[in-house]
């Protein structure tokens, strides 16, 4: 049977690495074919941002980038190709340079695991693009792509991103402001957001990005009256607790009880 160079190619890397032959004279043939295999398929290390996704999007937002991230199953061959034949690109690596942080997790380790979570997806090779300061996944690929067509499809990205901040910015400036004390909660929070967006001077990334110290730790009294509802919450333990709150309580006091309720919450953040 003729056999495709893909599958050929992915023997051979398989073959390279998980070889035990014991023969001294096949044994540096098969070193060396490893090694060539490995600089081929390596990861782009020179790009990528190593440290955790809260910490990327402080990143993130401090340098005014989006974030980008690949999660790799190294069962999946097709993980590899991307390796070879997209990230190790020089085009492709100087525009994640100048627009992206870029991060590369292995499905199985827990910054993998805590991604598919959150961000569930169906099959690999898996490429993602998040927004740092709404946590909003703005774009996916589930497929190997190629480095033309996906330059092409980040660089339309970016420029429908664009403008649409200079659309959203023309409107808020011909809108009214209210003074901040006349301004509901809500509102506050859209204002907050709108300036950390716009505005040119330095942002302070804790404050827009870390609430969580500023939140109590308050179980409120269920109320009795027929306008509240129940709310179910499921914690990473795969416990679950019901709670009723006024249809009118601020979300703020849906992270209060959170906080208060989680099992073994101390030092635990969440977003």
């Known amino acids: 049977p003729v056999i495709s160079p893909s599958i050929q190619n992915r023997q051979s890397y398989l073959s390279a690495i ?3 032959s014991s023969d001294p004279n096949t044994h540096n043939s098969f070193a060396e074919s490893s090694d ?3 600089a081929l398929f390596r990861p782009p290390n020179d790009i990528m941002y190593k440290e955790p996704f809260d910490k990327a999007r402080k990143k993130a937002v401090k340098e005014s980038k989006w974030i980008m991230i690949t999660i790799q199953e190294t069962s999946e061959f097709q993980c590899q190709v991307m390796n070879r034949d997209l990230w190790s690109k020089p085009a492709v690596k100087d525009m994640i340079r100048e627009n992206f942080v870029f991060s590369m997790w292995n499905a199985l380790s827990p910054e993998g695991s805590k991604h598919s979570t959150f961000y569930p997806f169906s099959k690999f090779p898996y490429v993602a ?4 300061l709404t946590g909003e996944r703005t774009k996916i690929w589930n497929n190997v792509i190629d480095e033309k067509d996906f330059l092409m499809e980040v660089h339309d990205f970016l420029a429908l991103k664009h403008s649409e901040k200079k659309q ?10 209210k003074k901040l004390d006349e301004m509901t909660e809500e509102e506050q929070l859209d204002f907050a957001l709108q300036e950390s967006l ?4 330095v942002i302070d990334v804790d404050a827009v990005m870390d609430p969580f110290e500023s939140i109590k730790a308050v179980v409120s009294k269920e109320p009795t009256s027929q306008d509240a509802i129940r709310i179910q919450f499921r914690w990473p333990d795969g416990s679950r607790v019901v709670h009723k709150f006024l249809k009118t309580d601020p979300v703020r006091v849906l992270f209060e009880f959170a906080k208060a309720s989680a099992p073994n919450p101390e030092g635990h953040r969440f977003e």
């Not at 910015?169 to 011909?174: D, V």
Request: hydrophobic residues 20%.
């Open 168 to 177: 959203s910015s023309s409107a808020s400036k011909g809108k009214q402001r």
């Open 198 to 201: 716009f505005t040119e001077e």
């Open 18 to 20: 998980y070889d035990e």
């Open 129 to 132: 693009i998040i927004d740092p």
């Open 36 to 38: 060539r295999l490995s």
